[in-house]
C-alpha cells in the first residue's frame, strides 16, 4: 500500500506553536476538517480524544500515530504534522513531535493498519525522520514525506 493517494499538502503542516496534546489534536482536526468537508471536526475531535486516553500510538523516536473512525468520511486521509517541540498525547509514554494522523470512514480499520504499518516502514528508513524533521514549510513535509513512500516501493 502507498501513502500517496492518501496524502495531499493542504494536510501537511509545520506548527509554529504547540503547547499541549490536546491543542494539537484540535488543531488538527480544524484544519483536517477544512480540507476534507464531509468530515466533522468536532466528531474527529472527539474520538483522538479517545484515541490519547485508551490506546495512543507512540514511539520512543517520537512519532505520534493518532488514528480514528468517523462517521460522515468517504474514504482514509492522512495528515502529517511537525511540531516545534515534543508534546505529550494522552497516556502515550513518549512526546512526539512527528504526527501522521489517520482518519477514515466506520469499517476501515483494516485499513488503517495497513497505513499504520506503511508509516511504520517510512519512519524506520535511512534518515526519513531527520529529513521530515528538517521541513520548514507544509509543502515541504508532504514533498519528503511522498518521497519517502516512493523510496520504499
Do not use: Y
Not at 468517504?74 to 498525547?89: D, Y
Amino acid at each position: 500500500m502507498r501513502l500517496t493517494p492518501l496524502i495531499r499538502q493542504e494536510l501537511c503542516w509545520v506548527v509554529k506553536d504547540a503547547s499541549t496534546g490536546a491543542a494539537v489534536l484540535h488543531d488538527v482536526c480544524s484544519r483536517v476538517s477544512t480540507v476534507v468537508t464531509e468530515i466533522d471536526p468536532d466528531a474527529m475531535e472527539a474520538s483522538l480524544g479517545r484515541w490519547a486516553e485508551m490506546t495512543p500510538t507512540c514511539t520512543p523516536e517520537g512519532v505520534a500515530f493518532p488514528h480514528c473512525n468517523v462517521q460522515g468520511a468517504t474514504s482514509n486521509h492522512v495528515a502529517a504534522v511537525k511540531l516545534p517541540q515534543t508534546v505529550r498525547f494522552g497516556d502515550c509514554k513518549h512526546p512526539a513531535d512527528l504526527l501522521f494522523v489517520i482518519v477514515g470512514p466506520p469499517g476501515t480499520a483494516w485499513e488503517h493498519i495497513s497505513i499504520l504499518a506503511r508509516l511504520a516502514r517510512i519512519c524506520r528508513g535511512h534518515k526519513a525522520l531527520d529529513k521530515l524533521r528538517a521541513s520548514k514549510t507544509g509543502a515541504e513535509l508532504f514533498a519528503t514525506l511522498a518521497a519517502e513512500d516512493q523510496s520504499h516501493g
